[in-house]
């Protein structure tokens, strides 16, 4: 409601009381007071009197007639400016129709009697029929199913791999014999003919995979939906759980016996710190700081491999829990024409069928679609911002004016991947990160306070962020630089951190901090070192023994 | 049977969500803005305090996450709106008084009710009337904190619909309620903008209440209604809020037509008898969950929030997609007392009224640590009635109530029994009303600078009407306190008082001022140095006494208790511990006295000391600037047995506020210059006699030979 804020306004209270010498000239006192009057004013009658020496038996009489000087005229201000009202109402001076319409989308947006009535949305209901089931004995069939299936979307990929592959194998043999030829018995033209016809027969190849691989992930995507939304009906009515029937979409596997594990990336260098925040009330958080690769929190690998699969099995609770995990990354490049690391990680998603969000690909588009109007707005608003500072035009910083420019963030949900299930994918300017002094003003920064306020507004309770700003390592990257910008990062993660506690939202628990994954021993050492430093490690608890 | 039925359901909860800032959050000032949710929450406090017999107690204001408010208050019966049978005119009358006393009281205490209607104005089998959740404009700063709109469309006085209206809106809407009790429904089955245009076009009408009966085809019936009520209505339906009678004329009016005596209900006894505050207490403590039954009620709905992530957001913090804000349901949770009920179904009748020199009962949970005391249910509910009935004596049972609070002091009251041990008595809102609070005064900018500083973690003290109180309660305190200068503590040694007695600036203050002289003598002067050097070194000593090898090692590698204990004794630890441990060890302080803070600095050092024996000096100056974890109840327990079991005299301070001790026995006062040097305390010579006569002493002489034979 958009009570305005009448302004307020000054009356002046006269109060007058008699001299000792003579009847007639009388003391005046004229206090301006405020009204509506916000404080009480018997401590006002008590500056008053303080403030001009007034006698103390008049204290009495002067309490009581500031009341109610200040009860009239309250009265008086709010009656005058509400007769105003009704009078323009009266005389059609106001817009009624349009003072209607407010209160009316007023009503119907905001309070549960007026609004339209909707029911639950298709998502919420297999939002509400998966978490069900995950958290019942059905969990370790529904991991299975969805193993299988990305195993036939996996197999399918590799089988696209393979033919596509062998297909530009025989066009290169092809080419080298025409190119070899040329001169001889083939022409300039023909070779350029040949490539045309190659390059549409590779497309060809490719979109048929495409449109084969499509087919099969909205198949599987609509049986898994109708086997889940079953199951849960029979589980329900009988508590008894049954296996989908083999199908071709899924690709059973016997019981993986002793299949090594691949070389995990187990031997990365890591270290954990559990910390204490705040002066006097003290937070808990974890911080772990880890030489990785980030797209390595998203893909799985689908083989039967149980570290891979618990990884999967957290990720599948939590899903529609309130612990989410998230993960940074950084990116130049808009959600329209999208660049590594973003299109790894949308090599990492498709892997497997989306099974609860549109798709990656799909969601990146759509976000381009709904934020080109806000952003072309806040773009162009800033453009005249630059120019009416600068005085003459210096806006070519913005090269585009619909595009998401350095600080903005977009948010991808993803249910497939390994340890994570939003991604923010932050858009920085590599140049000026990759510059040693950066300052907590800067718009990486400032982006990474909304994530983190993002996060903790929408159950994150668990994030990954890249520690230097950089996911890769880059010659310019010494180790003092390294040691300097870690130091900037956490110190202002730990500003927002602060922060964060007044913002009532999820608790951040745990933070990752992720450093290129060829970030050198020593380096890493150096950068773990500091934290100890920037937060204060909790001490561990002793038991003692009283003896 | 009914009876205990509508008996059982005595508070009810609705929630709403506050509203969200857009965009970057940050003040004129350059500090994050406060979140509405907070800002509700401190003015909430207010209405929490409000007593009346036509008012629902408001009995709490819950802060959730993301947002979310759930306010706790008194119900009976149920609503107008429930009762499907019509009321005789006669019984309308005596509704109306009741609502219109209700709202007189409201308006005297300055809160505009605005949110009128039929379904908070609840009423008993009795006939008892009750304006419920009548705080909702006034806690949400005229609907500023929050984003939906506040009362029902058919309601809205004409000049509310305007985005104007004042006090006298609320008269509109009474009348209004009066009229649909009197000839049914209004406006039913229409939209909220099809009825706001009828309220709007009643500007034209000459008398709206009859213009109202015509349109709804109500005109006969609205004639039958007696004149005299008849005459209220319209008196209420004005269109000018200045021609509207006001609620002091409307109870003079209807208390002459109101014929309806009120059947006298005996007060029950019983649990049912007991203040309905202990009673959500308790209900609290025996497992009661207010989150619980909004669930059930799908008053509060989790849609999981990987659905309603946003999609982007902009560098300003502007967000693209997400969550639609919820919708605000009117509907209540009610609550049922059954398993309080049951929880406390064995105590005998009588338990429930203690009699002061009875031989007190002796509870097993004694033994128990202080935390775990405070969440058992019938514990609390024991110690509650015994307290209330020791604080209804006050002040001539202040000996009984140190007495008990030696053991401990039920949170619920522990403002009215610091109060107590701290002796505040008299009209201190009078005294506290003559103080200016309000001009500015040097300190100011600095009072300014620290307050957003203070333990800003508590919801009560981040919010605005935390940080308004405080600064009063500082400018007050320095106002009357000339002697004394604004050390930068004075705010976290006032936030407690001020947590404690959110409502009651007065009573804050009056603790505030007799904390000071009693555990704080001197501390504030302009040059306190010798004030402080001295209780420095008389911790020091005491740290020797009972921590030698501490000690020992501390002064080896001269880490000095400059270093680190100013601030525990300057705030007496309310700098360095977060509120809920602060307030045990108040606790204790209020009851044993001014020796024992140096026993609790002590008490600090013994939890810290085989870190510290481990430790130079560069690893203890680390150590203290960030305190770790103590253990409260630990040290609290130690400290009290090292304060009891030292003497006296050794623990003697020159900068106290106790009288000065003539008897040559007794006294202990050595040069400063002299104190500062000695490691360990001296003792008097009565303190020394009586040990000796204890068998309690080893004494050497460590004087030379040579000095005993010239004496």
């Given at each position: ?132 089931l995950v958290h019942s004995p059905a969990l370790e069939t ?30 290169t043999e092809e080419m080298e014999e025409k190119v070899r ?367 | ?92 009358t005596n509704i109306a008084k009741q609502v219109a006393v ?610």
């Amino acid at each position: 409601m958009t009570a305005e804020n009448s302004e307020n306004t000054t009356k002046t209270f006269n109060y007058s009381f008699p001299t000792c010498t003579s009847e007639e000239v009388q003391f005046k006192l004229e206090v301006p007071v405020e009204i509506p009057h916000a404080g009480s004013t018997r401590e006002l009658v008590q500056r008053v009197i303080s403030m001009f020496h007034i006698p103390v038996y008049l204290e009495e009489d002067l309490n009581e007639k500031l009341a109610k000087f200040v009860a009239e005229e309250t009265k008086n201000f709010h009656n005058e400016r509400d007769k105003k009202l009704l009078n323009q109402l009266k005389n059609s001076e106001i817009n009624v129709e349009g003072i209607v319409k407010g209160w009316e989308k007023l009503f119907k947006d905001n309070v549960m009697e007026f609004a339209e009535q909707k029911g639950t949305s298709d998502e919420e209901v297999f939002a509400a029929a998966y978490h069900k089931l995950v958290h019942s004995p059905a969990l370790e069939t529904i991991l299975q199913v969805e193993n299988s299936y990305a195993k036939t979307v996996m197999n399918t990929l590799n089988n696209r791999d393979e033919d596509i592959k062998k297909l530009t194998q025989k066009q290169t043999e092809e080419m080298e014999e025409k190119v070899r030829l040329l001169n001889t018995s083939t022409t300039e033209e023909e070779i350029n003919e040949l490539a045309a016809q190659q390059f549409e027969q590779q497309a060809l190849v490719a979109g048929r995979w495409g449109s084969q691989l499509d087919a099969l992930r909205q198949t599987q995507r609509a049986q898994h939906r109708a086997w889940l939304m079953n199951t849960l009906e029979e589980y329900q009515s009988t508590s008894a759980l049954n296996t989908p029937s083999n199908s071709p979409l899924g690709t059973f596997s016997p019981e993986a016996g002793g299949a090594a594990a691949p070389a995990a990336a187990s031997e990365r260098l890591e270290e954990s710190f559990t910390i204490h925040l705040g002066s006097q009330l003290k937070q808990t958080h974890n911080i772990r700081i880890v030489a990785m690769d980030l797209l390595d929190l998203c893909s799985v690998d689908h083989v039967d491999n149980p570290s891979e699969s618990s990884r999967r099995l957290g990720t599948a609770l939590s899903l529609y829990g309130s612990e989410l995990a998230g993960a940074v990354l950084l990116t130049e490049a808009p959600p329209r024409r999208p660049a590594p690391p973003t299109t790894l990680l949308l090599r990492a998603a498709e892997r497997s069928t989306e099974h609860h969000f549109a798709d990656a690909d799909h969601q990146l588009r759509t976000i381009s679609e709904k934020v080109q109007e806000p952003v072309e707005r806040r773009n162009t608003q800033r453009l005249q911002q630059a120019e009416s500072a600068a005085g003459s035009g210096n806006g070519s910083r913005f090269k585009s004016k619909r595009n998401l420019q350095t600080g903005d963030i977009f948010i991808t949900k993803h249910s497939n991947l390994a340890e994570v299930h939003v991604v923010f994918h932050l858009i920085v300017d590599d140049s000026s990160l990759r510059s040693g002094d950066i300052t907590s003003r800067h718009p990486a920064i400032l982006g990474l306070r909304n994530i983190l306020k993002a996060a903790c507004s929408n159950d994150i309770t668990s994030i990954s962020i890249p520690l230097l700003l950089r996911h890769e390592m880059s010659e310019e990257m010494t180790a003092a630089w390294c040691v300097r910008r870690a130091e900037l990062v956490l110190k202002c993660v730990k500003g927002f951190m602060l922060e964060a506690a007044g913002w009532g939202g999820a608790e951040l628990r745990t933070l990752h901090f992720a450093l290129p994954p060829r970030a050198a021993p020593a380096t890493f050492a150096a950068l773990a070192a500091l934290t100890p430093n920037i937060f204060r490690v909790s001490n561990p608890v002793k038991f003692r023994t009283w003896c | 049977m009914y009876q205990e039925n509508e008996d059982d359901c005595k508070f009810a909860a609705c929630t709403y969500f506050a509203k969200n800032h857009p965009g970057e959050m940050c003040g004129s000032n350059g500090l994050p803005l406060t979140p509405s949710s907070i800002t509700i929450l401190g003015r909430a406090q207010r209405l929490l305090t409000i007593e009346h017999p036509n008012l629902c107690t408001y009995l709490d204001v819950i802060r959730g996450k993301h947002e979310r408010i759930i306010v706790v208050a008194e119900v009976i019966g149920k609503s107008l709106k429930e009762c499907k049978s019509k009321f005789s005119y006669e019984e309308v009358t005596n509704i109306a008084k009741q609502v219109a006393v209700g709202l007189q009281f409201l308006q005297d205490q300055d809160i505009v009710h605005r949110t009128l209607s039929d379904d908070n104005i609840l009423i008993d089998s009795n006939g008892r009337v009750k304006l419920f959740n009548y705080g909702l404009y006034y806690m949400t700063d005229k609907g500023n904190e929050v984003s939906f709109p506040l009362g029902l469309p058919r309601y809205l006085s004409p000049e509310t619909i305007l985005n104007g209206g004042g006090p006298a809106a609320d008269v509109w809407s009474f009348g209004i309620i009066i009229l649909e009790l009197c000839i049914g429904k209004l406006w039913n089955n229409l939209k909220p903008g099809p009825i706001l245009r009828r309220i709007l076009t009643l500007v034209h009408a000459n008398n709206p209440a009859e213009r109202i009966a015509r349109e709804h085809d109500c005109f006969e019936q609205y004639k039958q209604v007696p004149e005299k009520l008849r005459q209220v209505i319209e008196k209420c339906l004005k269109i000018y809020p200045s021609e509207r009678a006001t609620f002091t004329e409307i109870v003079e009016d209807l208390s002459q037509i109101d014929t309806k005596q009120l059947v006298e209900v005996k007060t029950p006894r019983g649990l049912m008898g007991c203040k309905l505050q202990y009673l959500y207490h308790w209900w609290q403590l025996a497992g009661g969950d207010i989150q619980a039954e909004l669930k059930k009620n799908s008053l509060v709905k989790n849609s999981p929030p990987i659905l309603s992530m946003p999609i982007a957001i902009l560098l300003d913090g502007c967000t693209i997609g997400g969550k639609s804000g919820a919708l605000f349901d009117r509907r209540l949770a009610k609550y049922s007392l059954d398993l309080l009920k049951s929880r406390l179904s064995h105590v005998p009748p009588h338990d429930f009224y203690p009699l002061m020199h009875e031989r007190k009962k002796e509870y097993d949970a004694v033994a128990l640590p202080k935390i775990i005391r405070e969440r058992d249910t019938e514990y609390q509910f024991y110690r509650l009635l015994w307290f209330q009935r020791l604080l209804q004596g006050y002040p001539y049972t202040a000996p009984y109530i140190r007495a008990e609070a030696e053991i401990d002091i039920p949170p619920l009251v522990r403002g009215d029994v610091w109060a107590a041990l701290l002796g505040v008595v008299g009209d201190i809102e009078e005294q506290y009303e003559r103080i200016d609070k309000e001009t500015p005064t040097p300190t100011d900018r600095q009072i300014d600078v620290d307050i957003p500083r203070c333990h800003q973690y508590c919801w009560l003290l981040c919010g605005s009407a935390g940080h308004r109180t405080l600064k009063r309660l500082l400018k007050a305190w320095l106002l009357t306190n000339p002697q004394y200068v604004y050390w930068q503590g004075l705010d976290s040694l006032t936030a407690p008082f001020l947590y404690l007695n959110f409502c009651n600036e007065a009573r804050a203050f009056a603790c505030l001022s007799a904390f000071v002289p009693k555990f704080l003598h001197k501390f504030f002067l302009k040059d306190n140095s010798a004030v402080i050097k001295e209780y420095l070194a008389k911790f020091w000593q005491m740290t020797a006494f009972h921590e030698p090898e501490l000690a020992t090692h501390l002064h080896e590698i001269n880490f000095v208790p400059e270093l680190f204990a100013i601030p525990w004794f300057l705030t007496m630890f309310s700098h360095v511990f977060p509120l809920h441990k602060i307030v045990h060890l108040w606790d204790a302080l209020l009851v044993e006295g001014p020796a024992l803070p140096l026993f609790m600095g002590v008490g600090i050092l013994r939890q810290l000391r085989d870190t510290l024996l481990s430790s130079g000096f560069n690893e203890c100056i680390l150590l203290f600037s960030d305190l770790p974890e103590i253990d409260i109840g630990e040290c609290v327990k130690e400290s009290i047995e090292m304060c009891r079991s030292s003497p006296r005299s050794i623990s003697y301070r020159r900068f106290t506020n106790e009288a000065q001790t003539k008897d040559p026995m007794d006294i202990v006062e050595i040069p400063m210059e002299v104190l500062f040097t000695e490691i360990s305390p001296r003792i008097n010579l009565s303190d020394f006699f009586s040990l000796i006569c204890q068998d309690k002493c080893c004494v050497i002489d460590i004087r030379s030979n040579l000095l005993s034979a010239t004496t």
